[in-house]
């Protein structure tokens, strides 16, 4: 899936996973598999990736803003320079 996702020049910045409570076909006939899943603990783990997830999307985009303004600031020295 990241490489898809590359593909399409989309950035990934964490991927998070738990088990689940499954009775889908032959898991049916033994009443499922992993039950009380997910639970209090991955629930837990859910919100700290997703906190970690949210200052890294705040960074990334803090560091974008920061490099289009370089760019802007730059791009205005230079036209003055010019005499624009």
Not at 29 to 52: A, R, S
């Amino acid at each position: 899936m990241i490489k898809k996702l590359e593909e399409k020049n989309k950035i990934c910045l964490g991927i998070f996973s738990c088990k689940g409570f499954d009775n889908y076909g032959p898991f049916k006939l033994i009443g499922g598999i992993n039950k009380g899943k997910p639970n209090e603990k991955d629930t837990q783990n859910l919100i700290i990736f997703l906190k970690i997830y949210i200052n890294k999307t705040y960074l990334f985009f803090f560091l974008l803003l920061t490099l289009f303004c370089l760019l802007y600031t730059i791009m205005v020295y230079v036209n003055l320079l010019r005499g624009r």
